[in-house]
């Protein structure tokens, strides 16, 4: 069994997520597209600083992706000349842990999936990926996230996994075998139907399926 | 559950040829001449595939067509791994504006399976230069936990303005040919590959023995050029792998002849090796660098050259860089090779490390 040592979603009008880094930091963070903004708001409330060090997977998935820059890119194109450079690198997904890792030494490992349908998700990869890799010791705790840049909103939310928890852990994961009726899809919806099963006190374990790869089954219990 | 991961069947198409076999024939006869794409006012050597179409989604359903008649038939619940840096941004730009993206990023990945005739579950990555063994450690993580019994794992790279005028305004490109290591290399030449790599719990001749990506935040375009990371990476792998330094026969490099990046490899290698320096090669002054796709293509190529015990030389060496102090491979070779080490760095501080192994 593996540890949620913390689940939380953020929410941030586009217009303050600059700040939001501000007030995480202390300091701006410069020429940090959107994406990598939310990626080091969420990583550093999800990691309390003792725990930074050690050795730390990120991954994280995205409907959105970098969209708007992509837009950006594409307009600039169409204009017969070159992009500047950092309007090229605001489109690449993965300059976000290379920003990130100064501030979470630890972080070995980073791992981007975007979507490719609005209406599902990749939570029960992004889970069964961790479940085995802190089973195996290759990292000592895993960040799960989905991040969204949207014209109205940009959202994170983070799952916070380890093989040794914190002193409270919110609940055990494991990969499973069962697949109870009441099962929940992978969905972009799952982190607030997690967040509603843990906020509750029954004993029924939360279980998470794939629609279409069935051993990519998790289940959520209490400890 | 932890059983091995094997790699069976293997697709590959890029500028050298449409086949691995093909294109191992054509490494091994030296070729490795590259086209020219223009950008505005300049022109950059460019390593496209060929074909007529210029819809540039026909043009994709075709070579993706010729991926999947190579792979043969697969199971239509098999599990794809896509990995890209692109996807189809080429396909926007010839839309032209108003630029109407769909809402998910990865939507291409749909049509690529379509195109393969797969409908199981599907997932894409977009890790840069390393997408393409990142997509193969989820897949081979997954087999070997017994969650699936096998996948596609296929790199894409299409040609598309944007990639190429991005790294062209960071002055990455060469304006003349790619020179991996050599005292005179000065940047990248990008080019095209579709690719893909049949994983299974079922034997093949060629097992992966370890795997490990890695992360060096130096900078957003390059690693620290110490090599550190990139070596600590190469260690986790050849640690899983439960092999020495002393067991890798041969190393397939990242070495794409950026003068800062090919410095770090080869600190890299000489913390991993010290004088014990296996035989190196890259592909890329051949190849071109197909970034997303760049990993399985590669490796697609390598184990098409091992199969035949034909080791092409690197093209686009000429003379050794004092810096540097290492040189790749300059003559063929009919060495027999059972384990290699294939390395892969990429943008944003990606570093990904391989070893395949042949089967006892």
């Given at each position: ?223 | ?109 749909p049509l690529i399976a379509q195109w393969l005739g797969l409908d199981g579950p599907r997932y894409s990555f977009s890790n840069a230069c390393i997408a393409g063994f990142s997509a193969i450690d989820a897949a081979r993580t997954l087999i070997a936990g017994g969650l699936i019994d096998d ?53 093949a001749d060629w097992r992966i023995a370890g795997l490990r990506t890695g992360l060096d935040g130096h900078s957003t375009t390059g690693p620290d050029p110490d090599g550190g990371r990139i070596a600590a990476v190469a260690v986790d792998c050849l640690n899983e792998a439960k092999m020495q ?116």
């Amino acid at each position: 069994m593996i540890f949620l040592d913390a689940a939380f979603s953020q929410h941030f009008a586009p217009a303050d997520l600059a700040g939001a880094v501000r007030d995480a930091l202390g300091k701006p963070l410069r020429r940090a597209a959107p994406l990598t903004q939310l990626a080091v708001t969420g990583a550093l409330h999800a990691i309390p600083p003792q725990r930074r060090a050690l050795p730390t997977a990120l991954l994280w998935q995205s409907t959105s992706g970098p969209r708007r820059e992509t837009l950006h890119l594409l307009g600039e194109m169409c204009g017969g000349g070159e992009p500047m450079p950092y309007d090229f690198l605001a489109t690449q997904p993965a300059i976000a842990a290379a920003q990130l890792q100064p501030l979470l030494p630890g972080l070995d490992c980073a791992m981007h999936l975007p979507l490719d349908d609005e209406k599902r998700a990749g939570w029960s990869l992004l889970l069964a990926l961790a479940c085995r890799w802190l089973a195996a010791g290759r990292y000592a705790q895993v960040l799960c996230a989905s991040l969204d840049c949207w014209d109205e909103a940009a959202t994170g939310d983070w799952l916070s996994l380890s093989a040794r928890p914190l002193e409270n852990p919110l609940a055990g994961l494991q990969l499973s075998d069962m697949q109870p009726p009441d099962a929940l899809p992978d969905t972009p919806d799952f982190p607030a139907r997690l967040a509603g099963w843990l906020a509750g006190d029954g004993p029924a374990p939360l279980v998470l399926v794939s629609p279409r790869a069935a051993r990519l089954t998790l289940e959520f219990s209490r400890l | 559950m932890n059983r091995p991961v094997y790699i069976g069947r293997r697709a590959l198409l890029c500028a050298r040829g449409d086949s691995p076999a093909a294109v191992a024939a054509a490494l091994w006869a030296g070729q490795c001449s590259a086209g020219r794409r223009r950008l505005g006012a300049r022109q950059f050597p460019y390593f496209a595939l060929t074909g007529a179409e210029t819809d540039w989604l026909r043009r994709a359903e075709g070579f993706v067509g010729q991926i999947a008649g190579q792979l043969g038939p697969l199971p239509a619940q098999t599990p794809l791994f896509v990995a890209s840096s692109s996807f189809q941004i080429g396909h926007f730009e010839q839309l032209g504006p108003p630029f109407d993206l769909p809402p998910a990023s990865a939507s291409f990945t749909p049509l690529i399976a379509q195109w393969l005739g797969l409908d199981g579950p599907r997932y894409s990555f977009s890790n840069a230069c390393i997408a393409g063994f990142s997509a193969i450690d989820a897949a081979r993580t997954l087999i070997a936990g017994g969650l699936i019994d096998d996948a596609v794992v296929l790199g894409c790279e299409l040609a598309n303005a944007s990639t190429l005028a991005g790294f062209a305004s960071m002055e990455l490109l060469s304006a003349e040919a790619a020179r991996p290591f050599d005292a005179g290399r000065d940047g990248l030449v990008l080019g095209e590959a579709l690719a893909a790599v049949h994983l299974s719990a079922e034997p093949a001749d060629w097992r992966i023995a370890g795997l490990r990506t890695g992360l060096d935040g130096h900078s957003t375009t390059g690693p620290d050029p110490d090599g550190g990371r990139i070596a600590a990476v190469a260690v986790d792998c050849l640690n899983e792998a439960k092999m020495q330094a002393a067991d890798i026969e041969l190393v397939k490099l990242q070495a794409a002849g950026s003068p800062g990046t090919d410095l770090a490899e080869a600190n890299a290698l000489r913390r991993v090796f010290g004088q014990a320096m296996p035989p190196l090669l890259s592909f890329k002054a051949a190849l071109g660098h197909t970034l997303g796709a760049s990993g399985i293509a590669e490796l697609a190529a390598l184990l098409a050259c091992l199969d035949a015990d034909r080791l092409p030389a690197t093209a686009g060496f000429a003379r050794v860089d004092p810096e540097i102090a290492l040189a790749p491979m300059v003559a063929p070779s009919t060495a027999h090779v059972e384990r290699a080490l294939l390395n892969l760095i990429g943008f944003g501080g990606g570093l990904a490390s391989l070893i395949v192994a042949r089967r006892p």
